[in-house]
């Protein structure tokens, strides 16, 4: 969709950049020139990954780090700017998620999903953000969302609550540094095909199918329809854009809210 380039000479850092939407979204802002920085607790995957990104063309690297760990986070950055000199973009798309009731969530239930996806998304942006300002500005971060953060879901609470806080710290930190050149959004998916969440969350006989009915597109979302999105926002195309939350669900929301 963006013009070839459009990321060259950039660095951008993925969060959970290992599989899913998050590796599609490296796979395309490698594809448009960037340098991609994947981060992810599993050191394999992200080799994989990798590997798989340079055999294509592109220029990456993988970091082993759980975005729960604000010093592993730090010094990763860190390592990331000593060895090309800048970051310029930043995608919060690592998460947990796993359908409880909320009566029966245990304490470290509901942390493990908000530690990840609240204080993670928390402890790279505003690590980012310091770095962005001290240059002197510029750069913007693009949040993964969910629809249930808008409309609540009975099963999911921590993972609902957890984004909806991510929307409101991408709308904060767009206020607090537009006078910094920083742009902040939130793309929200819908159910994408392909992923974690499908495995995780719609595992259960029927469920995916039933899923289906609710959209009025009739289908469910791909990967690259994601990530180009995250990729509009994160460019210079948006550049009048920050503080928003594209929801990108096929119509599925509409109608509830
Ligand atoms: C319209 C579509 C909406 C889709 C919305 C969004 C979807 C997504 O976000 S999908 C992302 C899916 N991907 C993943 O979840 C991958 C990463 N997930 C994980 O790493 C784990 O699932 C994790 C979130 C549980 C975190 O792993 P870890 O830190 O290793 O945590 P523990 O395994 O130690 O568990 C902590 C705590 O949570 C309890 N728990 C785990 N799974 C469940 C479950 N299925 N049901 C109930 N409770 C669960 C676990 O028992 C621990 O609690 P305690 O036993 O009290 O210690
Ligand atoms: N797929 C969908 O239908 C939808 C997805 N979303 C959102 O899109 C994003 C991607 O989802 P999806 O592609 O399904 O997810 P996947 O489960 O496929 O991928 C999740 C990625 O996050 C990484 N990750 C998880 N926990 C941590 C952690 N503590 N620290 C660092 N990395 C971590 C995983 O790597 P590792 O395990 O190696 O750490 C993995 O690479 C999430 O934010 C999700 O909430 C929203 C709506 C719908």
Redesign the pocket.
């Known amino acids: 969709m963006l013009p070839p380039g459009s990321f060259e000479g950039r660095v951008a850092v993925i ?9 599609t979204i490296a796979r395309h802002l490698a594809a448009l020139g960037a340098t991609v920085v994947l ?4 050191p394999d ?2 080799r994989e990954v990798v590997a798989s990104i340079r055999e294509a063309g592109g220029s990456a690297a993988g970091f082993a ?4 760990d604000r010093e592993r986070v730090e010094a990763v950055l860190a390592e990331v700017v000593d060895r090309y000199g800048r970051i310029d973009h930043l995608v919060n ?5 796993f359908r409880v009731a909320p009566e029966e969530m245990s304490p470290n239930a509901w942390n493990a999903v908000v530690r ?2 609240l204080d ?1 998304s928390w402890h790279c942006t505003q690590t980012v953000g310091r770095h962005l300002i001290a240059r002197g500005g510029g750069g913007s971060v693009v949040s ?4 249930p953060a808008l409309f609540g879901d009975p099963d999911t609470a921590h ?1 609902a609550s957890a ?1 909806a806080g991510v929307l409101a710290m991408t709308k904060s930190l767009a206020i607090a540094w537009g006078r910094h050149g920083i742009r902040l959004n939130v793309v ?5 095909d392909d ?4 495995s ?1 969350l719609f595992a259960a006989e029927g469920a995916y199918a039933a899923n289906l009915e609710k959209i009025p597109v009739g289908r ?2 791909n ?1 690259d329809e ?1 990530a180009e999105a995250v990729t509009y926002l994160l460019s210079d195309h948006a550049g009048y854009v920050t503080g928003q939350n594209l929801v990108i669900d096929g119509g599925r929301s509409l109608g509830i809210g």
């Not at 969060?15 to 590796?23: L, M, R, V």
């Not at 993964?144 to 629809?147: L, N």
């Open positions: 969060t959970g950049g290992s599989s899913g939407i998050g590796e981060l992810g607790r599993r995957a992200l780090a759980d975005v729960r798309n690592a998460a947990g998620n990840i996806v993670g993964i969302g969910t629809t993972s984004k929200t998916p819908g159910l994408t992923t974690g969440a499908v995780q469910h979302a990967r994601i």
